[in-house]
């Protein structure tokens, strides 16, 4: 008998063999245990809080039931999705460095079986950034004087995607080139620094690390490089740098004066009445003759703020020689004449607009006092720059009596001063490369110990924000000065607000006031 007609004889046996393996596979089905997994384990330290929840079973689950069995402490939003009958996907929106707790409760199957699991995980931190570096060195926010010299580095706590993690530069996208650090964690930018501005960086929250993970927040990070004054040029220094800032008289009594063309900057404000007076700072060695010097001023504390010198001047009134004697390290007066500096010139001039000084005593004596070094920068002998401005051949102050001639030869602007040419002894008439004209708050301090021969005098408020004409190659700039550190030189800036750098030479700044001068009473 063939085997298929012992199949035929013997039929009744399939309905049994496939009763039986049915039996069998509903008793496995019956006796595996319902299990699920997860991607993130039980004890993780550092899951991306952006990362998905994704669980996967043995067994078909009903979609409905294992949404419902999901719970994430702390509650946070959650999204769901099957993507397929054993695999499921959670989306929870989770904060950085935060533990969570997950459960499942009585996820059924398609077969109306349950089953329950948890576990926790802590999300590591969002990327941050770690420091920032100038020229290899660490720069705090906010932080004032670094040197504009070398790259400028932002190193991050995690490696980051370039791609995805922008970097703005003073309000704008940094389209120049960025080099980032094999492993992600730096950023070097080919950014070159100048003096005397301030420089703001940002990132935005939406930037990512490499596991996509964004910043915790928006991140602003701004510095400032170090302040640049004027000079003439010279690279000789007094000591370790800090200037002198001579008080020098300029009533028609004292004219000429001696010393006042070699000075790298001269301020000129009004003393008292109508009768202005002149603040001359030298950073390099001075010239023989300098003077006549007369007293301080209150404005002449201000510049001994900025500028951190050594004042020298003859007297004042005793209201201000208690302010200037709180730096007794800082001055010396003609009642004391250390360092053989002052001597009364009775020959060709009387008192009291003759009091002259030895400019190589001054410089000795200075030296000798070993000040610290000043936090700003002097400008080096360099080449011109290009201005563009307003045609101004002419400059009219007449709040001191002044006029400036440009004259283009020599690119210099030519000083008179109440009708004739001002003159400097033994180098002619004075000529200075840049006149500014700065527009300050002023007041009348009415303390009675500030009056003057019955006149209140003058309080200029150097520090601040404040409008600014700046002459330069026979043309004006509509300038603003900014000044919010009153320990710190001014900077003069530009209508886009960038600072300008000031040729050398001699700068000559008209401090004017916005209250003037009168009589006690």
């Given at each position: 008998?063939?085997?298929?007609?012992?199949?035929?004889?013997?039929?009744?046996?399939?309905?049994?063999?496939?009763?039986?393996?049915?039996?069998?596979?509903?008793?496995?089905?019956?006796?595996?245990?319902?299990?699920?997994?997860?991607?993130?384990?039980?004890?993780?330290?550092?899951?991306?809080?952006?990362?998905?929840?994704?669980?996967?079973?043995?067994?078909?689950?009903?979609?409905?039931?294992?949404?419902?069995?999901?719970?994430?402490?702390?509650?946070?939003?959650?999204?769901?999705?099957?993507?397929?009958?054993?695999?499921?996907?959670?989306?929870?929106?989770?904060?950085?460095?935060?533990?969570?707790?997950?459960?499942?409760?009585?996820?059924?199957?398609?077969?109306?079986?349950?089953?329950?699991?948890?576990?926790?995980?802590?999300?590591?931190?969002?990327?941050?950034i770690a420091a920032v570096m100038v020229d290899n060195n660490a720069?705090?926010?906010?932080?004032?004087?670094?040197?504009?010299?070398?790259?400028?580095?932002?190193?991050?706590?995690?490696?980051?995607?370039?791609?995805?993690?922008?970097?703005?530069?003073?309000?704008?996208?940094?389209?120049?080139?960025?080099?980032?650090?094999?492993?992600?964690?730096?950023?070097?930018?080919?950014?070159?620094?100048?003096?005397?501005?301030?420089?703001?960086?940002?990132?935005?929250?939406?930037?990512?690390?490499?596991?996509?993970?964004?910043?915790?927040?928006?991140?602003?990070?701004?510095?400032?490089?170090v302040i640049q004054v004027p000079s003439q040029g010279d690279p000789?220094?007094?000591?370790?740098?800090?200037?002198?800032?001579?008080?020098?008289?300029?009533?028609?009594?004292?004219?000429?004066?001696?010393?006042?063309?070699?000075?790298?900057?001269?301020?000129?404000?009004?003393?008292?009445?109508?009768?202005?007076?002149?603040?001359?700072?030298?950073?390099?060695?001075?010239?023989?003759?300098?003077?006549?010097?007369?007293?301080?001023?209150?404005?002449?504390?201000?510049?001994?703020?900025?500028?951190?010198?050594?004042?020298?001047?003859?007297?004042?009134?005793?209201?201000?020689?208690?302010?200037?004697?709180?730096?007794?390290?800082?001055?010396?007066?003609?009642?004391?004449?250390?360092?053989?500096?002052?001597?009364?010139?009775?020959?060709?001039?009387?008192?009291?607009?003759?009091?002259?000084?030895?400019?190589?005593?001054?410089?000795?004596?200075?030296?000798?006092?070993?000040?610290?070094?000043?936090?700003?920068?002097?400008?080096?002998?360099?080449?011109?720059?290009?201005?563009?401005?307003?045609?101004?051949?002419?400059?009219?102050?007449?709040?001191?009596?002044?006029?400036?001639?440009?004259?283009?030869?020599?690119?210099?602007?030519?000083?008179?001063?109440?009708?004739?040419?001002?003159?400097?002894?033994?180098?002619?008439?004075?000529?200075?490369?840049?006149?500014?004209?700065?527009?300050?708050?002023?007041?009348?301090?009415?303390?009675?110990?500030?009056?003057?021969?019955?006149?209140?005098?003058?309080?200029?408020?150097?520090?601040?924000?404040?409008?600014?004409?700046?002459?330069?190659?026979?043309?004006?700039?509509?300038?603003?000065?900014?000044?919010?550190?009153?320990?710190?030189?001014?900077?003069?800036?530009?209508?886009s607000g960038n600072p300008i750098d000031l040729d050398n030479g001699?700068?000559?700044?008209?401090?004017?006031?916005?209250?003037?001068?009168?009589?006690?009473?």
């Amino acid at each position: 008998m063939t085997w298929t007609q012992t199949l035929r004889q013997r039929w009744w046996l399939l309905p049994i063999a496939i009763a039986v393996v049915a039996a069998a596979i509903v008793v496995r089905i019956i006796t595996t245990p319902l299990e699920v997994s997860a991607n993130v384990n039980d004890g993780d330290q550092a899951v991306p809080r952006t990362a998905t929840i994704d669980l996967h079973f043995n067994q078909e689950m009903k979609a409905a039931s294992v949404e419902h069995a999901f719970t994430i402490t702390p509650s946070v939003p959650v999204s769901f999705k099957a993507v397929g009958a054993k695999e499921f996907q959670f989306r929870p929106k989770m904060k950085p460095n935060t533990a969570y707790h997950v459960s499942l409760k009585d996820a059924a199957n398609t077969s109306g079986r349950g089953v329950s699991s948890g576990f926790s995980f802590k999300t590591e931190a969002a990327p941050a950034i770690a420091a920032v570096m100038v020229d290899n060195n660490a720069v705090t926010d906010g932080q004032q004087a670094v040197k504009p010299t070398g790259e400028v580095k932002i190193n991050f706590s995690q490696p980051m995607d370039g791609a995805r993690t922008p970097i703005s530069l003073n309000g704008k996208p940094y389209d120049k080139p960025v080099t980032w650090a094999g492993d992600g964690k730096s950023a070097t930018l080919a950014v070159k620094l100048g003096h005397s501005r301030q420089y703001q960086l940002s990132i935005p929250q939406t930037a990512v690390n490499r596991k996509q993970d964004p910043l915790a927040a928006e991140w602003k990070f701004s510095f400032t490089t170090v302040i640049q004054v004027p000079s003439q040029g010279d690279p000789a220094r007094i000591g370790s740098g800090a200037p002198t800032i001579i008080q020098i008289e300029n009533s028609l009594d004292a004219r000429p004066q001696a010393g006042m063309q070699q000075a790298d900057m001269i301020y000129e404000y009004i003393s008292e009445g109508d009768i202005p007076r002149l603040s001359a700072v030298y950073w390099h060695p001075l010239p023989e003759l300098v003077g006549p010097v007369r007293s301080c001023r209150l404005i002449t504390i201000r510049l001994e703020l900025m500028y951190h010198g050594m004042i020298y001047c003859s007297g004042a009134n005793d209201y201000v020689l208690g302010m200037v004697w709180k730096h007794p390290n800082l001055v010396n007066d003609y009642s004391h004449g250390w360092g053989n500096v002052f001597y009364r010139e009775n020959n060709t001039r009387y008192a009291p607009h003759n009091v002259m000084m030895h400019g190589t005593n001054v410089t000795t004596y200075t030296a000798q006092q070993k000040l610290g070094a000043p936090t700003y920068e002097i400008a080096p002998k360099h080449p011109d720059g290009t201005f563009t401005g307003d045609a101004a051949p002419q400059i009219s102050v007449p709040e001191h009596g002044a006029t400036w001639q440009y004259d283009p030869g020599s690119k210099q602007y030519l000083k008179s001063q109440d009708g004739s040419a001002f003159t400097n002894m033994y180098t002619g008439r004075v000529h200075a490369k840049t006149v500014i004209v700065q527009y300050v708050n002023s007041f009348l301090d009415t303390n009675p110990a500030n009056s003057f021969h019955g006149y209140f005098t003058e309080a200029y408020e150097l520090t601040g924000d404040g409008k600014a004409d700046i002459f330069v190659d026979g043309v004006v700039i509509h300038a603003s000065w900014h000044h919010p550190d009153p320990n710190v030189p001014a900077v003069y800036l530009d209508a886009s607000g960038n600072p300008i750098d000031l040729d050398n030479g001699l700068t000559w700044v008209h401090v004017i006031g916005s209250e003037k001068w009168h009589g006690v009473g």
